[in-house]
């Protein structure tokens, strides 16, 4: 009897590099990978993916060939990737008897706090409104669940990799970074933990996992100068923590951006869930061992932090998304 074949879309992102690595050490699946740069194709299979191909969420003629004989599919995207998305969810539904489950990458509180936000209540600033990335996040849930499939989503804290992205340059030559987050705390979650759960919850399968959605966070709510300590300890130098107003974030990185900082700022995210233990049977990784220690693809997170990254100073990568309507 031949193995399932799983699909693993974004195969060449934070999480899904390390669920490649983590699902062809296995043995279960036929691991299809999926890209938009040819380049990378030698990467993903270094990482054991059996199969490579060509990706598009919004190119709908690269999604039958990616389908042909998957049973499962990793789902995950980028914020500006939202409208792809949401056809191809339709696209999955119409293949329903064929996919049996659907892990879906999205955000603590998308379903909860997008009902229940209360600007007056939930916000330090006046008229600010429920983060526009959270409202997408659910979007992108609630797209997978209408089209009648069977979806386990895990809602994940703010990735410990896209903390400091933004200031890899000046860490690296000046040894400061910036930010509005102050002494609020976040349970920062580190991707390679989301690649365990995600690889976890496709293996035990949606008899177990359907129609299940589990909160993954770090295993300590931090501050940004626990932070610096933590970045500082494995460079072996002092760096600095140097508090940002959120309205200069927001000059800095566009509305959208600076919403989301503000929801942290908030503690909506300062909680540490039990969710990835009760999947795993093991405590998240914290920040200082995701920066020291090496995941399923080889890379510790002191080296991804220097690599690519979506969010630009003075440009506002949300402002297409923004247009989105469900």
Same mark, same amino acid.
């Given at each position: ?18 669920? +490649?690595? %983590?699902? =062809?050490?296995? @043995?279960?699946? !036929?691991?299809? /990978? ?67 489950? +659907?892990? %879906?990458? =999205?955000?603590? @509180?998308?379903? !909860?706090?997008? /009902? ?80 365990? /759960? ?129």
């Amino acid at each position: 009897m031949s193995q399932p074949v799983v699909l693993i879309t974004s195969a060449t992102g934070r999480i899904g590099k390390e669920l +490649v690595a %983590r699902l =062809s050490q296995t @043995g279960e699946f !036929t691991v299809r /990978a999926c890209l938009f740069s040819p380049g990378k194709a030698d990467d993903l299979r270094t990482l054991g993916a059996d199969e490579v191909v060509h990706f598009d969420l919004n190119d709908a003629t690269t999604w039958g060939a990616a389908l042909d004989g998957v049973s499962a599919v990793y789902s995950a995207s980028l914020d500006p990737m939202l409208q792809g998305h949401l056809a191809f969810s339709k696209a999955l539904g119409e293949r329903s008897d064929q996919i049996t489950h +659907v892990v %879906r990458i =999205s955000c603590m @509180g998308a379903d !909860t706090n997008t /009902a229940s936000y209360d600007p007056d209540k939930h916000s330090s600033r006046q008229g600010a409104s429920i983060p526009l990335m959270l409202q997408h996040y659910w979007w992108g849930e609630k797209a997978l669940i209408d089209a009648g499939l069977n979806v386990t989503v895990l809602r994940n804290n703010f990735f410990m990799n896209h903390l400091l992205k933004t200031d890899s340059e000046t860490i690296d030559t000046e040894g400061w970074f910036s930010n509005p987050l102050g002494s609020a705390r976040n349970s920062f979650v580190a991707t390679r933990d989301i690649a365990e /759960a995600a690889a976890v919850v496709l293996r035990e399968g949606p008899d177990t996992h359907a129609n299940k959605f589990y909160d993954l966070t770090g295993p300590e709510p931090q501050t940004m100068a626990e932070i610096a300590a933590d970045l500082g300890a494995a460079m072996g130098k002092t760096i600095e923590y140097r508090a940002q107003t959120m309205e200069d974030f927001e000059k800095d990185f566009g509305s959208t951006r600076a919403e989301f900082f503000e929801y942290l700022s908030n503690g909506f995210y300062c909680r540490c869930s039990p969710d990835f233990y009760n999947v795993t049977g093991h405590k998240p990784t914290s920040y200082a061992d995701y920066l020291t220690t090496p995941g399923a693809s080889g890379e510790t997170g002191l080296e991804e932090l220097w690599q690519g990254n979506l969010w630009k100073k003075g440009e506002d990568a949300m402002k297409a998304a923004a247009e989105v309507t469900q």
